[in-house]
Nanobody
Framework: QVQLVESGGGLVQAGGSLRLSCAVS????????MGWFRQAPGKEREFVAT????????SYADSVKGRFTISRDNAKNTVYLQMNSLKREDTAVYYC?????????????????WGQGTQVTVSS
């Protein structure tokens, strides 16, 4: 069993920054690829970023490339999402997820554990 708890969301002005954290517990915590997804009101959940189990490989949605950075600290069992130059369209609930493999994947069906989500609101 893997448990995920997100934190770090909040209200920020456009152009600002936030860092989301995801505390991971469970026997597969350090051997799973991890991802961040988001869901805006009235929209489907979408992929944001993913990192391999070692942290060596990462992939990003085109909409966040160059602004967001995903990282992980396996010693602390924590995954991070650094979000810079935030835009209003980044407003969403952000979810951390653990994949059923070690390799990066952008497909939500490859993730079998999900957190409760943390709200990010970007104001103009």
């Amino acid at each position: 069993q893997v448990q995920l708890v997100e934190s770090g969301g909040g209200l920020v002005q456009a152009g600002g920054s936030l860092r989301l954290s995801c505390a991971v517990s469970g026997r597969t915590a350090s051997t799973s690829a991890m991802g961040w997804f988001r869901q805006a009101p009235g929209k489907e959940r979408e992929f944001v970023a993913t990192v391999s189990w070692s942290g060596a490989n990462r992939s990003y949605a085109d909409s966040v490339k160059g602004r967001f950075t995903i990282s992980r600290d396996n010693a602390k069992n924590t995954v991070y999402l650094q979000m810079n130059s935030l835009k209003r369209e980044d407003t969403a609930v952000y979810y951390c997820a653990a994949a059923n493999s070690r390799c990066v994947t952008i497909k939500s069906y490859d993730y079998n554990y999900w957190g409760q989500g943390t709200q990010v609101t970007v104001s103009s």
